[in-house]
């Protein structure tokens, strides 16, 4: 019987500890996607200013409340806008920030092409 009760305690340290690393994993990613309002190079998960360490603990509590990650993003970018996000949404202000590598790309493309054909 205590081999059982020593086995069920192994088995919710271990749980409990797995959760947690999640949880960190998360709180990461999270973090290194959110742009510092103070530094505006940084991410959150860079920048040690006071604001950054308010939003470090503003996503934990977020996380433990249990909101998925596109929800915290939700919430941010409705709070601080789009620009607080490194990679923002598709949506009709971020056309031009979205289809503009491919125009870029199409048209240095085309140039080549035709600069072959008439070489020829």
């Not at 949880?23 to 973090?31: V, W």
């Not at 509590?61 to 990679?87: M, Q, R, S, V």
């Amino acid at each position: 019987m205590k081999i059982l009760k020593l086995f069920f305690i192994f088995f919710l340290i271990f749980s409990f500890n797995h959760l947690k690393a999640e949880n960190r994993d998360i709180k990461n990613k999270i973090t290194k996607n959110l742009r510092c309002l103070i530094c505006q190079g940084q991410s959150v998960y860079d920048s040690d200013s006071e604001f950054a360490n308010s939003l470090k603990f503003l996503v934990n509590k977020k996380i433990n409340e249990g909101l998925t990650e596109k929800e915290i993003y939700k919430y941010f970018a409705d709070k601080y806008g789009e620009w607080i996000l490194y990679d923002p949404t598709l949506n009709k202000n971020t056309y031009i920030l979205w289809l503009l590598p491919l125009l870029i790309f199409l048209i240095g493309g085309a140039i080549i092409i035709k600069s072959f054909i008439i070489k020829k």
